[in-house]
């Protein structure tokens, strides 16, 4: 009876071990099939990890990168190979070192200060190269605009929408403007502008508005009820066109991108924003404390 008993545990064991031995061997191939499928970003695409925001010295020979916030992204300095500056125009960069903040800083982030500023050092690799003094400016790597074509631009003097598309404006943002004007157009006849609503009942509101042939592109400014900071510090309640810059336009597959300078009382806004279907996106962003 001992020996039957036995028999049968031994034969029990042998089948859960064939048994397991079956499952791993049918488990591995279907394990080894399932790898992961990386997701592309779309061509064009605009990454934070591949741009910095800075601003010149005196000379136009060098440039300070902006330290960003801690936790969100920001590129390695090294990586970056070259500047964008106003209009949309380029120049190689060579990294030089990280320069720490001089016991002489005056807080400021402007070319008197530039020396004694904290931030990561660059130059003009070439020579001949030159900026303009207190420039503020967007330090890119190499392949961070790949797939992008810079658009021309024009410079504008007071420039206006036209009526017909303040109408559309007003049509998709449910608001009568109050105020508006160019901020800059392009060669091939693209429109970007300030727009200023009508308070109404909800919060004060304004948008920067890209305008071509297909339609709008909004960013919008959402203001409070601080008549004397409504967008901006100490900005009296104003915005306009006046008080914006654009480093750059460009065009992708993703759609537009723009270099965006917004001028305060206490210094400029910076921030790299891209098209995303009929609103912008922040990309990357930062900015230069400069108040007296």
Known sequence: MKRHISAMLLSLLLSVAVFASFAGASAAPAIAKCKATPIKAPVGELRADQLMFGYTDNTGKQ????????????????????????????????YLKHQKMSSKSDGRQNANNFKNDEGELFKLT??????????????????????????????VQKGKFSQKTIQAIEKTKNRKVASQGLIA???????????KFVKGSGKPLASLVLVDKGGMVFEDFVGNNDSQSTWRVDDGGQISADYFNL???????AGYALGVEWYGAEGSN???????????????????????
């Open 126 to 155: 070439y020579a001949s190269n030159k900026l303009n003094s207190n420039e503020s400016v967007l330090l890119a790597a190499k392949n961070a605009f790949q797939g992008h074509t810079f658009l021309a631009l024009k410079s």
């Open 247 to 253: 480093l750059f336009v460009s065009y992708s597959k």
């Open 63 to 94: 440039i300070l990168g902006l330290i960003g916030e801690p936790g969100k992204s920001h590129p390695g300095p090294k990586t970056l190979t070259s500047v964008l500056y106003t209009p949309g125009k380029q120049f190689n960069v060579s």
């Open 270 to 292: 910076l921030t790299v924003i891209q098209q995303k279907g009929a609103k912008f996106r922040v990309v990357q962003e930062n900015g230069r404390y400069m108040a007296p």
């Open 185 to 195: 157009t392009t060669t091939s006849g693209i429109q970007i502008g300030l727009v």
